[in-house]
């Protein structure tokens, strides 16, 4: 069955597909016209959910929802769907992450039905790192759709209750839809608008460490309205150890400028995590104050975010009542 949806109207943010109630804590947040923040956990090595129940416990009363990676950089890890479920456990409102690199659509769509099933109201579509970057260059890489098809097949999922077969579902799921851009690219506010057209309604970027620069890349956003279509969220994070700065330099679309390099490799190493911090707090605020900026995605050790949020004038989160969402688009009214 499709989803119930209407249009919303004037400055308040536009997602291509507007249910009668919100899909979880996030869109809530989000809907609202409240500034959101998201935290990142990446799954183990192994077969346990120690770090992922660390991560849980120490970010859950500061942010609203908290993405798992998919495969990140290419390395094998518990799966997303499943650091998801315990992140349910603890109270927390997770963002499954599924990249096009390691699967194929049956595979992409039984992990949906799965994930949402269980109670996981948002993903995030990527392609997914280079398998060559990762720790087994030796595997094959599937990529049997694009980002652009991921997102219009599980859009089609979940708004017409068919799979990419043509047949139809008993049941529906229901999702909110993100994506991940990079900024700091050549046509990256078209990149962003074709994402958007497939059917995404929350974007998280990659890392904003030039907020000059980003603030130009989001000029072009407003210019062609594409904030008022699809939520931005700015990705900003720490480097608070040297080898972490290095780390971060090699990642691909990381901007890094020397005014920011030079700044933390300035002070004493001692004193370099607390700086690390500062300047992470001094450009959530600055995004704060960014036209058609939703939200933050804080990549950040599960200590240091709360310490982050509170140098830049952030508290706890307010709770939020949300209705249940059910893996049915059945109900809505």
Same mark, same amino acid.
């Given at each position: 069955?499709? +989803? ?7 400055? $308040? ?12 804590? %996030?869109?809530?947040? *989000? ?17 346990? *959910? ?21 495969? $990140?950089? @290419? ?6 769907? !499943? ?6 456990? +603890? ?15 049956? !595979? ?8 949402? @099933? ?55 799921? &229901? ?18 608008? @074709? ?30 309205? *594409? ?17 972490? %700065? ?18 933390? &490799? ?8 607390? +700086?690390?911090?500062?300047?992470? !707090? ?5 995004? &704060? ?13 599960? @200590? ?12 706890? &989160?307010?709770? *939020? ?11 809505? !009214?």
């Amino acid at each position: 069955m499709a +989803e119930s949806a209407h249009h919303s109207s004037g400055d $308040q943010p536009a997602a291509n597909t507007f249910p009668t109630r919100p899909y979880g804590r %996030l869109h809530q947040r *989000l809907a609202n016209g409240e500034f959101a923040i998201t935290a990142e956990a990446v799954p183990p090595r192994g077969a346990d *959910l120690d770090s992922i129940r660390r991560v849980a416990r120490s970010v859950r009363d500061w942010v609203d929802a908290v993405n798992v990676t998919d495969g $990140q950089s @290419a390395e094998v890890r518990l799966p997303s769907w !499943a650091a998801c479920i315990c992140l349910l456990q +603890e109270q927390v409102e997770p963002v499954v992450q599924f990249t096009c690199r390691d699967r194929n659509r049956i !595979a992409l769509q039984s992990d949906l039905l799965g994930a949402v @099933a269980l109670g996981v109201p948002n993903v995030s579509l990527m392609t997914g790192d280079a398998i060559h970057l990762g720790d087994d260059p030796d595997a094959k890489p599937v990529f049997d759709l694009d980002t652009l098809g991921l997102i219009r097949m599980v859009c089609r999922i979940r708004d017409q209750g068919v799979l990419a077969s043509g047949r139809e579902l008993t049941r529906a799921p &229901r999702c909110f839809v993100g994506v991940v851009e990079d900024p700091f690219a050549p046509d990256s506010a078209s990149r962003l608008e @074709a994402k958007i057209e497939a059917g995404a309604q929350f974007v998280q970027t990659q890392f904003v460490f030039d907020v000059d620069r980003f603030g130009q890349w989001m000029k072009q956003v407003r210019d062609r309205g *594409l904030e008022k279509r699809c939520y931005i969220l700015a990705s900003v994070g720490t480097a608070r150890t040297p080898s972490a %700065l290095e780390h971060l330099k090699s990642l691909p679309g990381v901007y890094l400028p020397e005014a920011v390099e030079r700044r933390l &490799r300035g002070v004493p190493s001692d004193q370099l995590e607390s +700086e690390a911090i500062s300047l992470c !707090a001094e450009t959530v605020q600055a995004l &704060r104050e960014t036209a058609g900026v939703a939200g933050v995605h804080v990549v950040a050790a599960g @200590a240091e975010l709360p310490e982050v949020l509170k140098r830049a004038g952030i508290g706890r &989160r307010t709770p *939020l009542v949300v209705s249940s969402a059910s893996s049915s688009s059945e109900g809505d !009214a």
